[in-house]
T-cell receptor
Framework: DAGVIQSPRHEVTEMGQEVTLRCKPISGHNSLFWYRQTMMRGLELLIYFNNNVPIDDSGMPEDRFSAKMPNASFSTLKIQPSEPRDSAVYFC??????????????????FGDGTRLSIL | DQQVKQNSPSLSVQEGRISILNCDYTNSMFDYFLWYKKYPAEGPTFLIS?????DKNEDGRFTVFLNKSAKHLSLHIVPSQPGDSAVYFC???????????FGTGTRLTIIP
């Protein structure tokens, strides 16, 4: 079974450039999450979608960051313009979200292998 | 404010012995807890979870214990194997909320 697929795996670019990270969630999953991992802050949630709709973007650091999910099988995280402090590993995760009232519907999030982003 | 804390950044255990990883949380609204394992250059992989209605969940060599009154959970691995060497993250979420809050991780090294 294909897991969460992220591309590119590595990205090195100069500050000021636009960066686009891509994610394909697991088929059938209806929630998608973007995380950033840094040494200082660990794994932090940036934004998540449910049924392609952004639900919570309170973790997005600045207006330079934007995320879209045009359909159930694709999402992008864009940084424009990029800055050196954006250097981090960015993870995408997906999950099947069941009914709120059903405790058995608790499902874990499944992560991609991440994109290591370096802004020079 | 770190709502999920893993106070031990690293842990070394002899192969075959028990590994115990600890996690504390401060948010009493958390009702579902997960452990993830992460190898270098890979994403976190789900390991085991526990709902707040339970105090123990077991899956093979892995057992998670939850002490709600102490707001503490632990992951036991027995017997420990070299392939268990990885970074382990504790995570939590509250009812009806899909957001996971992660701890900072504990690097487990199994010594052959």
């Amino acid at each position: 079974d294909a897991g969460v697929i992220q591309s590119p795996r590595h990205e090195v670019t100069e500050m000021g450039q636009e960066v686009t990270l891509r994610c394909k969630p697991i088929s059938g999953h209806n929630s998608l999450f973007w995380y950033r991992q840094t040494m200082m802050r660990g794994l932090e949630l940036l934004i998540y979608f449910n049924n392609n709709v952004p639900i919570d973007d309170s973790g997005m650091p600045e207006d330079r960051f934007s995320a879209k999910m045009p359909n159930a099988s694709f999402s992008t995280l864009k940084i424009q313009p990029s800055e050196p402090r954006d250097s981090a590993v960015y993870f995408c995760a997906s999950q099947f979200r069941g009914a709120f009232s059903d405790l058995n519907s608790n499902q874990p999030q499944h992560f991609g292998d991440g994109t290591r982003l370096s802004i020079l | 404010d770190q709502q999920v804390k893993q106070n031990s950044p690293s842990l070394s255990v002899q192969e075959g012995r028990i590994s115990i990883l600890n996690c504390d949380y401060t948010n009493s609204m958390f009702d579902y807890f997960l452990w993830y394992k992460k190898y270098p250059a890979e994403g976190p992989t789900f390991l085991i979870s526990i709902s707040s209605i339970k105090d123990k969940n077991e899956d093979g060599r892995f057992t998670v214990f939850l002490n709600k009154s102490a707001k503490h959970l632990s992951l036991h691995i027995v017997p420990s194997q070299p392939g268990d060497s990885a970074v382990y993250f504790c995570a939590a979420r509250s009812a009806g909320n899909e957001k996971l809050t992660f701890g900072t991780g504990t690097r487990l090294t199994i010594i052959p």
